[in-house]
Every structure is written in C-alpha cells, then in structure tokens.
C-alpha cells in the first residue's frame, strides 16, 4: 500500500506544516506577525498554506515563485508577489522569511540582503532551500524544522495519516 500522491493527506500535512511554522517563528520572534513584512519563498501546497494564514493574521505577505502562475494566484490572494531575481530587491525589508522550495533558493548573495536579525526558517527537505552556514555566519536567526506536521499537531497529523491508510485500502475517501 502507498500513500505517495494521496493528494488529501499532502493538503492536510501542507496546513499543519505551516500552522507549525508560524508557531515557531512566533515563540522566537519579538514582533508581531500581525505587523511584520515576511516572505514566503515559493508557492507550492505549503507555500499557499503559509501565505493564507499569515494573511490571516495581517502579516504583509511578499510571495516570491518562479512561474507567472503561481504569482497571479499570490496576488489574487491578496499577498504582493515577485520572481525570484526581484526577491533580491524586496529581502531588506523583511522580519522573517519562510523558505519552501526543495532546492537551494537562498544563498549568501540572497541572505545578505536580509536586515541583521532577520528569521529565516527552512521548511524544505533535502537538498534544502537555505544555506543555514551563511545565514548565520550573516547574523541571521536561521533554522530548520524537521518533523514538521507531527512535532506541532501529533494528534491531527496522525488522524489525517490514519484516514490516508483507510482511503488506500479501501480505494476510497474516508476524510471525516
């Protein structure tokens, strides 16, 4: 049985992966997201999640994407949305910045742009989106967060797991 491309449990793991990020920028930082201008590199299932909680919460969200497409859907909801050689121009202004793309997407040349003490976490999996080394040899709050949904939502990220199993055996959806 596989649970690769179960597109209900991908969607839920994608909201619960970012209600995590933001608890964890939130217990670190000492501003307000409701007040801050953060960024959201990348727009996939995590990235659209993140984006419309931090919208949420009245953050002043910058989306930066690579295709056309994923910016026009940012801003229809409601973020400022860039490419990614423009995030360069738009990075200094930024308190914390979210990192989804699997691929290396801020490097040194990136990360200097930051403001000193800008948070920046890593949501990505290997190879990993942040050069972490950089990030702080720069001064910045950089990290990591592995086990990302279970570590936040152990009992919603196993109640979706258990539904995802059901589905696959069943061959059909069981969502509750």
């Given at each position: 049985?596989?649970?690769?491309?179960?597109?209900?449990?991908?969607?839920?793991?994608?909201?619960?992966?970012?209600?995590?990020?933001?608890?964890?920028?939130?217990?670190?930082?000492?501003?307000?997201?409701?007040?801050?201008?953060?960024?959201?590199?990348?727009?996939?299932?995590?990235?659209?999640?993140?984006?419309?909680?931090?919208?949420?919460?009245?953050?002043?969200?910058?989306?930066?994407?690579?295709?056309?497409?994923a910016r026009n859907m940012a801003e229809r909801?409601?973020?400022?949305?860039?490419?990614?050689?423009?995030?360069?121009?738009?990075?200094?202004?930024?308190?914390?910045?979210?990192?989804?793309?699997?691929?290396?997407?801020?490097?040194?040349?990136?990360?200097?742009?930051?403001?000193?003490?800008?948070?920046?976490?890593?949501?990505?999996?290997?190879?990993?989106?942040?050069?972490?080394?950089?990030?702080q040899t720069l001064g910045l709050n950089a990290?990591?967060?592995?086990?990302?949904?279970?570590?936040?939502?152990?009992?919603?990220?196993?109640?979706?797991?258990?539904?995802?199993?059901?589905?696959a055996k069943k061959g059909g959806v069981t969502?509750?």
């Open positions: 049985m596989s649970l690769n491309g179960n597109e209900h449990l991908t969607l839920r793991y994608a909201v619960y992966t970012a209600e995590g990020a933001i608890h964890s920028v939130s217990e670190r930082a000492l501003f307000s997201l409701s007040e801050a201008n953060v960024m959201v590199v990348g727009y996939g299932r995590i990235g659209r999640a993140l984006t419309g909680m931090l919208l949420g919460y009245g953050a002043k969200v910058t989306v930066a994407a690579r295709s056309p497409e909801a409601g973020a400022r949305a860039v490419d990614m050689e423009e995030m360069l121009l738009h990075l200094p202004s930024h308190r914390a910045v979210f990192s989804t793309p699997p691929q290396r997407v801020l490097e040194a040349r990136q990360l200097s742009c930051l403001r000193q003490g800008a948070m920046v976490l890593d949501l990505s999996s290997p190879p990993y989106g942040v050069d972490l080394k950089a990030a990290w990591r967060e592995p086990g990302l949904p279970g570590r936040f939502c152990p009992e919603s990220a196993g109640r979706a797991l258990l539904c995802a199993i059901r589905e969502y509750e």
